[in-house]
């Protein structure tokens, strides 16, 4: 069941009795609670941000419709906590996250806000039962961003998380730009955040600049030294966002934020999908995700995104499973482990054995065969010369029925001149 925060209003608080209120800040500490003991259950949570960050790509804008379908989908292979939007952006963007807060689904619901009380106020209004609550953490971003100092921003998490907290929110608190910020201060920051009442800090590599060692030294002290669940956020800029998370995970991190197919600033976020298959093949860690629907939703958000899934995108794209080379076509007939890290099956995905320039007699006979067509290796190594003179002039590679045209050809060719 969806964990609702309890919104309160001023002018009702005001006039209820000292027991009544007594009553409420109990009601109000449980149902926080609520969510922090869901969430502790698992060994590791996503926190799909698709709705939020992956929106923020330059040039998406998904339709309420969309984004009610989405957020049921992530629901429904099992994502355990879904960052939906910014309400402080009111209008239509308020008006779906409600809805979405409302829906009933399993999953916790999170609402993005500065550290504002004025954005805070809006997520509670939009009945979500948890928030981040961003704020930078870097010296270039306070001095350059925010105009002010270390000490502003110290004051203003424990104001905010203290009007979260009172609202009965689960609270994660975001440091924008962890990755270009001075250790001594991250740690003060995410003490801050802790002893105000915060769940969980999320270490944000804003312009994903870190390497996976420095990832696992940085968050390794973090979580030794402050005792906090830890969520990886980590962006592409130079293609180490999966890498970054994985090694956070190794480094004691318990949240994983992603996005579907990798979409968000610039050049994208750490893809779901990647998360859910690496974290279950390399860390042996099952999250509980549906894998078998990860091409199901990743189709889904392309189309609603405008965007085209890439054909090597790894774990969704159409190549995952394509052979065409002679040897791994053989090699994978023989034994589909022998090429392929996981059944196409657990994503979702169907296996292609791909007729081409680098195809071997093995994939002719294979694929005529499974067209009720048998052949020796003599007519096979003969039909692959065809093939491959085929495949070269029209620069691609071929179709089953273009292969049955060949062979065709072959047949009459025989019947001209027998050999």
């Known amino acids: 069941m969806h964990f609702s925060g309890v919104v309160l209003r001023r002018t009702s608080c005001d006039r209820v009795s000292g027991r009544r209120r007594t009553s409420l800040k109990a009601e109000i500490t449980v149902r926080a609670n609520d969510v922090f003991d869901r969430l502790s259950t698992n060994k590791l949570n996503i926190c799909d941000t698709t709705l939020r960050d992956g929106e923020q790509t330059a040039g998406i804008v998904f339709a309420n419709v969309e984004k009610i379908r989405i957020a049921k989908l992530l629901d429904e292979i099992g994502v355990p906590q879904i960052e939906v939007g910014i309400p402080a952006m009111g209008g239509d963007e308020k008006a779906s996250i409600k809805r979405i807060a409302n829906m009933g689904l399993e999953a916790s619901i999170l609402g993005w806000n500065r550290a504002s009380l004025e954005d805070i106020s809006h997520s509670i209004d939009c009945d979500v039962d948890s928030i981040a609550i961003s704020l930078s953490s870097s010296d270039v971003h306070i001095e350059h961003k925010l105009m002010k100092d270390r000490g502003w921003v110290l004051d203003r998490i424990v104001e905010s998380v203290e009007y979260a907290k009172a ?173 392929e890290p996981y059944p196409p099956e657990e994503v979702g995905m169907d296996r292609q054995i791909i007729i081409g320039k680098h195809s071997g007699r093995a994939t002719i006979r294979h694929v005529l065969n499974k067209n009720g067509i048998e052949i020796d290796d003599d007519a096979a190594a003969v039909i692959l010369d065809m093939v491959r003179a085929t495949s070269i002039s029209l620069k691609r590679s071929l179709t089953e029925n273009e292969l049955q045209y060949i062979y065709q050809d072959y047949m009459e060719d025989i019947k001209k001149h027998p050999r």
Not at 209 to 226: H, S
Not at 271 to 296: F, Q, S
Request: proline share 3%; hydrophobic share 40%.
């Open 167 to 339: 609202h009965g929110l689960y609270i994660s608190v975001n440091a924008e730009d962890a990755s270009r910020t001075d250790i001594d201060f991250m740690l003060e920051f995410a003490r801050t955040a802790r002893d105000a009442g915060a769940h969980r800090i999320r270490y944000c590599d804003t312009l994903g600049i870190l390497t996976p060692a420095d990832t696992y030294d940085r968050i390794k002290r973090l979580i030794d030294e402050v005792n906090l669940p830890v969520e990886m956020h980590t962006h592409n800029d130079f293609g180490m966002a999966t890498a970054n998370t994985i090694v956070g995970v190794q480094a004691g991190a318990t949240f994983l934020s992603t996005t579907v197919i990798g979409i968000g600033e610039r050049t994208g976020n750490t893809p779901l999908e990647e998360v859910a298959m690496g974290t279950k093949h390399l860390l042996n860690i099952d999250m509980g995700i549906d894998t078998h629907r990860l091409r199901e939703i990743a189709e889904y958000v392309a189309k609603a995104s405008g965007r085209i899934i890439p054909d090597w995108k790894p774990i969704v794209g159409s190549n995952c499973f394509a052979h065409e080379a002679g040897i791994h076509a053989d090699g994978v007939m023989k034994c589909h482990s022998n090429y």
